[in-house]
């Protein structure tokens, strides 16, 4: 289990970027990993975790909230709307809030329930084709758009592309951030948090890792 080592590098991060400690939360990204492993990060005192998918959470995270209390869950995938309730009654935040049609439907539900989960835009950062988020000329915008539907953004959140330098996408979302006067900023990976938090991330995302790498087959 790698938690106390990615610990201790973010620390490392933290101070070699001068941040105060306690600036950056770890997401542990439990998705498809073996419940025992996630068992053993719970037992460790973990409890901020990231999940992809609405259904396998579902399964997941009812009962560990129940003998886990203080426990938070992420949604760091791609959420489609008819997941929308469920996926309501599942996370704390969502880091996938990527399109019109999504922010119209939350909107709706988050009035119904009075309450919202904390939110965070995806952007695609590097413009590219096939992955989800606003890109980044339409961001202010569509932040714009969340706020006069009532929904309090938080933050920002990428993946940068796979092939590339990921350190001048963070710092270009630093400043889209700023901009906007958003405090959250949802970057970093298992093979990049360094470097986003050195751009200012207050939220990485990690999860081979911490757990060991994924089993999909
Ligand atoms: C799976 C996933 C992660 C974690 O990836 P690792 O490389 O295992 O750290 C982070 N963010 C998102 C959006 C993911 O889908």
């Given at each position: 289990m790698?938690?106390?080592?990615?610990?201790?590098?973010?620390?490392?991060?933290?101070?070699?970027?001068?941040?105060?400690?306690?600036?950056?939360?770890?997401?542990a990204?439990?998705?498809?990993?073996?419940?025992?492993r996630?068992e053993?990060?719970?037992?460790?005192?973990?409890?901020?975790?990231?999940?992809?998918?609405?259904?396998?959470?579902?399964?997941?995270?009812?009962?560990?909230?129940?003998?886990?209390s203080g426990?938070?869950?992420?949604?760091?995938?791609?959420?489609?709307?008819?997941?929308?309730?469920?996926?309501?009654?599942?996370?704390?935040?969502?880091?996938?809030?990527?399109?019109?049609?999504?922010?119209?439907?939350?909107?709706?539900?988050v009035?119904?329930?009075?309450?919202?989960?904390?939110?965070?835009?995806?952007?695609?950062?590097?413009?590219e084709?096939?992955?989800?988020?606003?890109?980044?000329?339409?961001?202010?915008?569509?932040?714009?758009?969340?706020?006069?539907l009532?929904?309090?953004?938080?933050?920002?959140?990428?993946?940068?592309?796979?092939?590339?330098?990921?350190?001048?996408?963070?710092?270009a979302?630093?400043?889209?951030?700023?901009?906007?006067g958003?405090?959250?900023l949802?970057?970093?990976?298992?093979?990049?948090?360094?470097?986003?938090?050195?751009e200012?991330?207050?939220h990485?995302?990690v999860?081979s890792?911490?757990?060991?790498?994924?089993?999909?087959?």
């Amino acid at each position: 289990m790698g938690l106390e080592n990615i610990k201790g590098r973010i620390a490392a991060a933290v101070a070699a970027a001068g941040r105060p400690q306690g600036d950056v939360r770890l997401i542990a990204v439990s998705k498809v990993q073996p419940p025992d492993r996630v068992e053993a990060v719970l037992n460790a005192g973990h409890r901020v975790f990231g999940e992809n998918y609405v259904q396998e959470a579902a399964g997941k995270w009812p009962g560990w909230r129940e003998v886990y209390s203080g426990t938070e869950v992420h949604m760091i995938g791609p959420l489609q709307t008819n997941k929308l309730k469920l996926a309501l009654d599942l996370f704390d935040a969502i880091h996938t809030l990527d399109r019109p049609s999504l922010a119209q439907k939350l909107a709706r539900q988050v009035q119904a329930r009075g309450s919202c989960p904390q939110l965070f835009v995806q952007v695609n950062i590097g413009d590219e084709p096939q992955k989800a988020g606003v890109l980044p000329d339409d961001t202010d915008n569509f932040i714009r758009d969340c706020e006069s539907l009532d929904l309090p953004v938080f933050g920002l959140m990428c993946i940068p592309p796979e092939d590339q330098r990921p350190r001048p996408y963070f710092a270009a979302m630093r400043v889209i951030a700023e901009r906007n006067g958003l405090a959250g900023l949802s970057m970093g990976m298992s093979a990049d948090f360094e470097d986003a938090i050195a751009e200012g991330a207050t939220h990485v995302r990690v999860g081979s890792a911490i757990f060991g790498a994924r089993d999909y087959s």
